[in-house]
């Protein structure tokens, strides 16, 4: 017995052993073995020396130029891959240091433990461990050439290859965190009989949120390739990747992100297949054949406007199918979700219209923008800063169901047929909007110009009521979820002065209700969640959440 006894617990222990070790050995295979595509490079980041004239910094005929008035940043290059990225890299070296420093420093804010950072790159290494071969070449070379004039400071989380590449799927990741509010933008495109000219008009706000300080420099790319169109896309530094963007044949791309499937590996990151787009398509149809040939691992609405077709339409594509939306009509509007019938059935597509903010949005967009047809530039200033929620009732500010959440990388508006560009400064987008010109860029090979006459003033009434409050309310939000973790005392003074701040948004009764719940404060827990049933909740389960605490707080 003694031996049998000994013989079983052998064989429970080898397979209890097995069943640690083989998963193990599997992750240690899986990021021993990934591949991300590191290209040769064949110039020397020595040769690249930049010189600074007045307030412009010049690497060869490249630039940047820093516009004081606006803050934008105004980035200039030319020639082959590699000279371009290597061009971006010396002339943005402190824009990147600045760009990556604000960008781990937000990371650190959800993930402080540096154990679980250094667990976190594994895991990015694993999950993109093929995503170089997703990437065209053109693109890793661009990316690896500008990596040269990257920090070292932070290879613990992977080399500035690495890091680069990765960096372009932080959008695509964001997909997957759409309830916390780091994408969720709204565009909409019109033309013919809807705008006061007939061109085609269209504009977005890009609310990608990762703080406010990582919008702060933001950068216009006027690039002239080697290969393919010229274009101008808004980013940022490290950014070779297209998030809204114009080339010399008229055409415009913007991305909406939507939901679907928990991507398990990586594919193309969207920015880097609207950059192909913008660079190497004259048409809708073109833009098709070229989405058809790019594996995205999210699903994503890409706009496409083109002054050969004289119209817009928008390219749904999920990792598994691609759609061209072309309705009938002269306006195209969208959100976050779907809108063709190949995704009328799809499960993801549902639930998002059903349970996100996405089709109060997209009503949204048709009331503000129904009320004012046809429009010009100034009206379409004014839907992409309108902050109310429908019948122009106040659902409180930063609400995600507005149109205007305070959150906004950057606004931009264009009109293609007129080479006309409106791009917003700062705050969000109710800074001043400055117009360029990109005739003489992109066909008499001069620089942009900025037309002054056509500049939309700042919103004085938004700086004057509602700026203050919004920096005071996200201000106060981290000290009320301070004082809840630490479980720190706060006085009612200061409660009452944060329910005054944003008195018709339904996160300012959730928090305080959780407030007082982790006080354990039971009745005055209950009467703030009951007050922010009485609001606008964007999502669904957050307000079946919010029940279901009422209901668990009054069994007790």
Known sequence: MKKALK???????AAVASIICIPAFIMIYLYKSADMGTPSLHIKSSDYIVRSVNDTLWCGNSYLYSDKSSGLWELYVTGGSQHRGATQGALTSG??????????DQIREIIPSDEYLKFLRYFIIIFNRNLGKYIPMEYRDEIAAMAEFCTDEYNAIGTPYERQLNYHGAHDIGHTMQQYMLVGCSSFSLWGNNTQSGEIITARNFDFFV?????????????APDSGYRYVSIGWAGMVGVLSGINEKGLTVT???????????????VSILTREILQ??????????????????VSESIMISSALDGRTAIIEKTPDKTELYKPQGEKILCTNHFQSEAFAADKYNLDNIEFSDSKYRYELLEEKISARLPLDYEDVVSVLRNRYGKGNKDIGLANEMTLN?????HSVIFKPESNLMWVTTTPWQSGEMICYDLTSFFHEEGYPRKVDSLKVASDSLFMADDYQRVLDYRKAIKEINTAISNNTQLTNEYIQGFLKINPYNYYTYRLVGDYYKSEKEIHKALDMYRQSLHCEIPYKNERIDIETLIKKLQRQ
Do not use: C
Request: charged share 20%.
């Open 7 to 13: 013989i079983t617990i052998k064989i429970i222990f």
């Open 95 to 104: 824009l990147m240091r600045y760009q990556e420093d604000v960008f781990i």
């Open 211 to 223: 703080g406010d300080n990582f919008a702060k420099n933001k950068i216009l790319t006027f690039a």
């Open 255 to 269: 991305i909406n992100a939507s939901k679907g499937s928990v991507p398990t590996s990586a594919a193309t990151p």
């Open 280 to 297: 190497y398509s004259s048409n809708i149809d073109e833009a098709v054949v070229i989405a058809n040939k790019r594996k995205l691992f």
């Open 405 to 409: 959440q305070s959150i906004v990388h």
